[in-house]
Protein backbone atom coordinates (compact mmCIF):
# COMPACT_ATOMS: atom_id res chain seq x y z
CA UNK A 1 0.00 0.00 0.00
CA UNK A 2 1.07 3.24 -1.13
CA UNK A 3 2.25 6.13 1.46
CA UNK A 4 -0.14 8.56 2.10
CA UNK A 5 0.25 12.35 2.30
CA UNK A 6 -2.96 14.13 4.01
CA UNK A 7 -3.76 17.56 3.43
CA UNK A 8 -6.68 18.82 4.96
CA UNK A 9 -9.22 21.42 3.09
CA UNK A 10 -11.60 24.09 4.84
CA UNK A 11 -10.83 23.10 8.65
CA UNK A 12 -10.50 26.36 9.79
CA UNK A 13 -12.15 28.75 6.75
CA UNK A 14 -12.87 28.90 3.76
CA UNK A 15 -10.15 27.57 1.35
CA UNK A 16 -7.64 26.79 4.23
CA UNK A 17 -5.11 24.23 3.99
CA UNK A 18 -3.11 22.41 6.67
CA UNK A 19 -0.04 19.69 5.35
CA UNK A 20 2.61 18.20 6.90
CA UNK A 21 5.65 20.52 6.52
CA UNK A 22 7.78 17.81 4.95
CA UNK A 23 7.43 14.33 3.53
CA UNK A 24 9.22 11.15 2.31
CA UNK A 25 9.71 8.24 0.29
CA UNK A 26 10.31 5.82 -1.56
CA UNK A 27 8.23 5.09 -4.10
CA UNK A 28 4.96 6.45 -5.37
CA UNK A 29 2.48 8.20 -2.93
CA UNK A 30 -1.00 9.46 -2.74
CA UNK A 31 -2.21 12.50 -2.01
CA UNK A 32 -5.26 12.50 0.11
CA UNK A 33 -7.32 15.56 0.16
CA UNK A 34 -9.76 15.66 2.85
CA UNK A 35 -12.38 18.53 2.58
CA UNK A 36 -14.23 19.36 5.76
CA UNK A 37 -15.84 22.25 4.56
CA UNK A 38 -17.53 23.49 1.39
CA UNK A 39 -16.69 22.28 -2.45
CA UNK A 40 -13.24 23.01 -3.00
CA UNK A 41 -10.96 23.57 -6.62
CA UNK A 42 -7.41 22.30 -5.55
CA UNK A 43 -4.28 22.82 -7.62
CA UNK A 44 -1.56 20.22 -6.86
CA UNK A 45 2.10 21.15 -8.71
CA UNK A 46 5.29 19.62 -8.38
CA UNK A 47 8.06 22.05 -9.01
CA UNK A 48 11.14 21.30 -11.24
CA UNK A 49 13.55 19.54 -9.01
CA UNK A 50 10.72 17.24 -7.95
CA UNK A 51 9.36 16.43 -11.16
CA UNK A 52 12.58 15.07 -12.29
CA UNK A 53 11.70 11.39 -10.45
CA UNK A 54 7.72 12.15 -9.83
CA UNK A 55 4.35 12.87 -12.29
CA UNK A 56 0.99 13.59 -11.57
CA UNK A 57 -2.02 12.75 -13.99
CA UNK A 58 -3.48 15.81 -13.60
CA UNK A 59 -3.16 19.03 -11.26
CA UNK A 60 -6.24 20.11 -11.12
CA UNK A 61 -9.01 18.62 -8.76
CA UNK A 62 -12.75 19.15 -7.34
CA UNK A 63 -13.01 18.10 -3.89
CA UNK A 64 -16.65 17.61 -2.69
CA UNK A 65 -18.21 19.08 0.49
CA UNK A 66 -17.15 16.85 3.52
CA UNK A 67 -15.59 15.01 0.86
CA UNK A 68 -12.24 13.11 -0.02
CA UNK A 69 -10.14 12.67 -3.14
CA UNK A 70 -7.06 10.23 -2.87
CA UNK A 71 -4.49 11.41 -5.84
CA UNK A 72 -1.41 9.59 -7.16
CA UNK A 73 1.72 11.01 -7.33
CA UNK A 74 4.12 8.15 -9.89
CA UNK A 75 7.55 8.06 -8.41
CA UNK A 76 10.36 6.60 -10.44
CA UNK A 77 13.22 4.59 -8.10
CA UNK A 78 16.16 6.73 -7.09
CA UNK A 79 19.95 6.20 -6.34
CA UNK A 80 20.26 9.21 -4.39
CA UNK A 81 18.37 11.18 -2.22
CA UNK A 82 15.88 13.83 -4.48
CA UNK A 83 13.62 16.70 -2.49
CA UNK A 84 11.96 18.99 -4.33
CA UNK A 85 8.44 20.88 -3.39
CA UNK A 86 4.93 20.03 -3.81
CA UNK A 87 2.27 22.82 -4.18
CA UNK A 88 -1.00 22.96 -2.78
CA UNK A 89 -3.43 25.72 -3.93
CA UNK A 90 -6.82 26.30 -3.47
CA UNK A 91 -9.29 28.89 -4.23
CA UNK A 92 -7.72 29.72 -7.66
CA UNK A 93 -4.82 31.03 -5.67
CA UNK A 94 -6.12 32.52 -2.69
CA UNK A 95 -4.10 30.15 -0.65
CA UNK A 96 -1.04 28.31 -1.14
CA UNK A 97 1.15 25.87 0.68
CA UNK A 98 4.20 23.95 0.29
CA UNK A 99 5.31 20.69 1.16
CA UNK A 100 8.97 19.64 0.88
CA UNK A 101 9.00 16.38 -0.73
CA UNK A 102 12.24 14.14 -0.49
CA UNK A 103 11.98 10.70 -2.39
CA UNK A 104 15.26 8.28 -1.40
CA UNK A 105 16.40 5.17 -2.54
CA UNK A 106 14.62 1.40 -1.15
CA UNK A 107 16.93 0.19 1.37
CA UNK A 108 17.71 -3.60 1.31
CA UNK A 109 15.33 -5.35 3.81
CA UNK A 110 17.28 -5.88 7.05
CA UNK A 111 16.15 -9.10 8.03
CA UNK A 112 16.52 -10.61 4.99
CA UNK A 113 19.89 -13.08 4.40
CA UNK A 114 21.33 -14.02 0.93
CA UNK A 115 22.06 -17.76 1.22
CA UNK A 116 24.19 -19.43 -0.99
CA UNK A 117 22.26 -22.24 -3.36
CA UNK A 118 25.07 -24.81 -2.80
CA UNK A 119 24.57 -24.97 1.09
CA UNK A 120 20.56 -26.01 0.02
CA UNK A 121 22.56 -29.92 -0.60
CA UNK A 122 24.16 -32.14 1.69
CA UNK A 123 27.73 -32.43 1.59
CA UNK A 124 28.80 -35.55 -0.27
CA UNK A 125 29.84 -38.29 2.69
CA UNK A 126 32.97 -40.90 2.11
CA UNK A 127 33.15 -44.16 2.44
CA UNK A 128 35.20 -44.68 5.73
CA UNK A 129 36.82 -47.98 6.86
CA UNK A 130 39.24 -48.84 10.20
CA UNK A 131 42.25 -47.92 7.51
CA UNK A 132 40.69 -44.64 6.73
CA UNK A 133 39.60 -44.02 10.63
CA UNK A 134 43.77 -44.90 11.61
CA UNK A 135 44.51 -42.42 8.74
CA UNK A 136 42.79 -40.04 10.04
CA UNK A 137 44.13 -40.73 13.72
CA UNK A 138 47.23 -40.25 11.94
CA UNK A 139 46.94 -37.10 10.29
CA UNK A 140 45.26 -35.90 13.52
CA UNK A 141 48.96 -36.42 15.52
CA UNK A 142 46.50 -39.36 17.69
CA UNK A 143 49.52 -42.39 16.61
CA UNK A 144 50.84 -42.24 20.30
CA UNK A 145 47.11 -42.61 21.16
CA UNK A 146 47.05 -45.34 19.40
CA UNK A 147 49.92 -46.73 20.52
CA UNK A 148 48.70 -46.52 24.00
CA UNK A 149 45.36 -48.06 23.29
CA UNK A 150 47.32 -50.93 21.78
CA UNK A 151 49.71 -51.37 24.89
CA UNK A 152 47.06 -51.53 27.19
CA UNK A 153 44.85 -54.28 25.45
CA UNK A 154 47.93 -56.17 25.15
CA UNK A 155 48.70 -56.00 28.55
CA UNK A 156 44.95 -56.84 29.45
CA UNK A 157 44.83 -59.54 27.27
CA UNK A 158 48.01 -61.10 28.58
CA UNK A 159 46.91 -60.73 32.29
CA UNK A 160 43.82 -62.56 31.38
CA UNK A 161 45.44 -65.78 29.43
CA UNK A 162 47.67 -66.13 32.43
CA UNK A 163 45.02 -66.29 34.86
CA UNK A 164 42.65 -68.43 32.87
CA UNK A 165 43.64 -71.56 31.60
CA UNK A 166 41.29 -71.72 28.95
CA UNK A 167 42.01 -72.82 25.25
CA UNK A 168 39.10 -70.57 24.00
CA UNK A 169 40.57 -67.74 26.31
CA UNK A 170 43.82 -68.26 24.58
CA UNK A 171 42.36 -67.78 20.89
CA UNK A 172 40.44 -64.60 22.13
CA UNK A 173 43.99 -63.26 23.60
CA UNK A 174 45.68 -63.78 20.03
CA UNK A 175 42.78 -61.89 18.26
CA UNK A 176 42.68 -59.20 20.62
CA UNK A 177 46.79 -59.16 20.02
CA UNK A 178 46.79 -58.88 16.69
CA UNK A 179 44.16 -56.23 15.98
CA UNK A 180 46.43 -54.27 18.24
CA UNK A 181 49.29 -54.56 16.45
CA UNK A 182 48.04 -54.62 13.04
CA UNK A 183 46.18 -50.61 14.59
CA UNK A 184 49.53 -49.95 15.82
CA UNK A 185 51.32 -50.68 12.30
CA UNK A 186 48.47 -48.88 10.10
CA UNK A 187 48.81 -45.89 12.83
CA UNK A 188 52.92 -45.70 11.98
CA UNK A 189 52.09 -45.85 8.28
Known amino acids: MPATLSVDLNEGT ?56 RVAVDVARVDSRVTGKL ?44 GSGVGAAVASGSVRAVAAVAVLAITLAAAVALTVSDPAVFLGVGVVIGVALAAVVFAVR
Do not use: C, M
Not at 90 to 96: F, I, M, N
Not at 98 to 123: F, I, M, N
Open 14 to 69: LHDVAVADAFETTSGFVVELDNHGEAVHVHLHIDDDLSAVARLDETNHFVDSDGVR
Open 87 to 130: KVVTGYGAESTYVDVTVRPEQPEKDAVEVDERLSKPPEREETSV
